[in-house]
Nanobody, 124 residues
Framework: QVRLVESGGGLVQAGGSLRLSCAAS????????LAWFRQAPGKEREFLGL????????RLEDSVRGRFTISKNIARNTVYLQMNNLNPEDTAAYYC?????????????????WGQGTQVTVSS
């Protein structure tokens, strides 16, 4: 079983930046890909991007490309979501999720392991 723990959320002013971390533990050898999602109150969970665990291939949604980047530190079993130029519409709970298959997917249903989430609040 893979355990994921997000951190790095908080309150930031519009235009600011945050870096979220997702630390993986347990059977990390079972991770093929790790994704970031977010969910705002009253809205559906939104896919943001994904990184393949074994290399640095990433894919970001058009809605955040250019402002968000995904990277990883394999030695620390940690994936990061760097978020720049934040705006109030980015306010949400942010989650990382892992899947065994080393394939891109935007569907939350394809990810079997989830973290507890970290809250990001952007003030105007």
């Amino acid at each position: 079983q893979v355990r994921l723990v997000e951190s790095g959320g908080g309150l930031v002013q519009a235009g600011g930046s945050l870096r979220l971390s997702c630390a993986a533990s347990g059977r990390t050898g079972n991770i093929g890909a790790l994704a970031w999602f977010r969910q705002a109150p009253g809205k559906e969970r939104e896919f943001l991007g994904l990184i393949l665990w074994g290399d640095s291939l990433t894919r970001l949604e058009d809605s955040v490309r250019g402002r968000f980047t995904i990277s990883k530190n394999i030695a620390r079993n940690t994936v990061y979501l760097q978020m720049n130029n934040l705006n109030p519409e980015d306010t949400a709970a942010y989650y990382c999720a892992a899947r065994r298959l080393r394939e891109f997917s935007r569907s939350a249903a394809d990810f079997g392991s989830w973290g507890q989430g970290t809250q990001v609040t952007v003030s105007s």
